[in-house]
C-alpha cells in the first residue's frame, strides 16, 4: 500500500449510510474526512438512489471498502461494477455490513 493513500470505508444499513475517508501516515490512519448519508440497504434502495448516494462520496481514492446491509454473494457483482463506475482507478472491495 502507498504510504499516502487515500482509503474509503463506507457502512450503509436501513437507517444511514456512514462513511470516512483515512490516509496512511506510516504506521497510522489519519482520518480525513467523515460523514453519513440517506440508508443505502441494497435490497431497499434502487440501483439508481444508490448510484446517487455513493456519487456524493469522495472521488479520489486507491481503495474503498462498500459494505451494505442485504448485499448478498448474488448482488455482489453488479454493487463491483457499480462502484468501478464511481472509483475506475480504485482497488474495491464489496460485501455485506456483516462483513464489514
Same mark, same amino acid.
Do not use: H, Y
Given at each position: 500500500?502507498?504510504?499516502?493513500?487515500? *482509503? %474509503? =470505508?463506507?457502512?450503509?444499513?436501513?437507517?444511514?449510510? /456512514?462513511?470516512?475517508?483515512?490516509?496512511?501516515? !506510516?504506521?497510522?490512519?489519519?482520518?480525513?474526512?467523515?460523514?453519513?448519508?440517506?440508508?443505502?440497504?441494497?435490497?431497499?434502495?434502487?440501483?439508481?438512489?444508490?448510484?446517487? *448516494? %455513493? =456519487?456524493?462520496?469522495?472521488?479520489?481514492?486507491?481503495? /474503498?471498502?462498500?459494505?451494505?446491509?442485504?448485499? !448478498?454473494?448474488?448482488?455482489?457483482?453488479?454493487?463491483?461494477?457499480?462502484?468501478?463506475?464511481?472509483?475506475?482507478?480504485?482497488?474495491?472491495?464489496?460485501?455485506?455490513?456483516?462483513?464489514?
Amino acid at each position: 500500500m502507498n504510504s499516502q493513500e487515500k *482509503i %474509503l =470505508g463506507v457502512e450503509g444499513g436501513g437507517t444511514k449510510t /456512514a462513511w470516512v475517508l483515512v490516509e496512511r501516515e !506510516g504506521n497510522d490512519f489519519k482520518i480525513l474526512e467523515q460523514g453519513k448519508l440517506p440508508p443505502s440497504n441494497i435490497r431497499l434502495t434502487t440501483p439508481e438512489r444508490l448510484r446517487a *448516494i %455513493l =456519487g456524493e462520496l469522495p472521488k479520489e481514492v486507491g481503495r /474503498a471498502g462498500i459494505f451494505l446491509a442485504g448485499c !448478498g454473494p448474488e448482488d455482489r457483482g453488479a454493487l463491483a461494477q457499480l462502484c468501478a463506475e464511481i472509483w475506475p482507478q480504485a482497488k474495491v472491495v464489496v460485501g455485506s455490513d456483516r462483513d464489514s
